[in-house]
């Protein structure tokens, strides 16, 4: 098993311009969601889905897209992107139930000009 | 949603017990407690999480007050490799936040050889 991958590791963006990045995983959980973290500081929930076809808001979701067409995928799309969005995003997965563990992907590097 | 105080930071010699506590003195009965550590430069992994009793894995045990306002992740024997930041996390078993974990900045442990 691969777990959770995110690609890319690193990105550097110039301030108005889009991009998706993406999170996969291969163990077959219904669960995923995207976190940002910021310098010193824990996560915060971007946008989570419970299912294929299913997405919600987190806490900071502005700026942000997300869609779930398979239960593998989960990509984070960024609409326009802003010297705030500047942050290490994370993506995880779990089997759904609130007890269940959450499984981090390795992260993405985000750098907006 | 309840929330959880860490201390910023604590400190241990290798080889040594550590006790990091967690206070949640506005935690529901359908709250469960959660702890994840983040190594440096690394997504988050799971430690641990109980409801109302005590719990052992691999990796540490969780102690629960028993009215539950407060619980202490143990380390038994710290490594280099347990230098990380721990977050203690409420998450609820269903309703609208299923599987929503919600990140403070967490303690920032350091184990010195």
């Known amino acids: 098993n691969a777990g959770v991958t995110q690609t890319p590791k690193f990105q550097v963006l110039k301030t108005g311009q889009s991009m998706t990045l993406q999170c996969a995983q291969d163990?077959?959980?219904?669960?995923m969601s995207w976190y940002r973290q910021d310098p010193g500081m824990g996560l915060r929930l971007i946008h989570y889905?419970?299912?294929?076809?299913?997405?919600d808001q987190g806490e900071v979701p502005n700026g942000y897209n997300v869609s779930r067409s398979t239960t593998e995928d989960f990509p984070l799309r960024l609409l326009s992107a802003a010297p705030s969005q500047t942050s290490v995003y994370f993506c995880?997965?779990?089997?759904?139930?609130?007890?269940?563990?959450?499984?981090f992907g390795p992260g993405t590097r985000l750098t907006v000009l | 949603d309840a929330k959880t105080t860490q201390p910023n930071s604590m400190e241990s010699n290798e080889e040594e017990p550590v006790h990091l506590p967690c206070n949640h003195s506005t935690i529901s009965g359908t709250d469960y407690i959660h702890w994840y550590r983040q190594l440096p430069s690394q997504g988050p992994e799971y430690v641990i999480h109980?409801?109302?009793s005590n719990v052992n894995n691999r990796m540490a045990s969780l102690a629960i007050a028993e009215d539950r306002k407060s619980s202490t992740l143990i380390l038994h024997r710290a490594t280099l490799r347990d230098a990380a930041v721990y977050y203690c996390?409420?998450?609820?078993?269903?309703?609208?936040?299923?599987?929503?974990?919600?990140f403070g900045r967490g303690t920032q442990l350091t184990v010195w050889p």
């Open positions: 889905s419970v299912g294929a076809g299913i997405t």
């Open positions: 163990m077959n959980h219904e669960y």
């Open positions: 109980g409801l109302t």
């Open positions: 996390i409420l998450s609820k078993d269903r309703g609208s936040t299923l599987g929503r974990l919600y």
């Open positions: 995880a997965s779990s089997r759904g139930q609130g007890t269940s563990e959450q499984f």
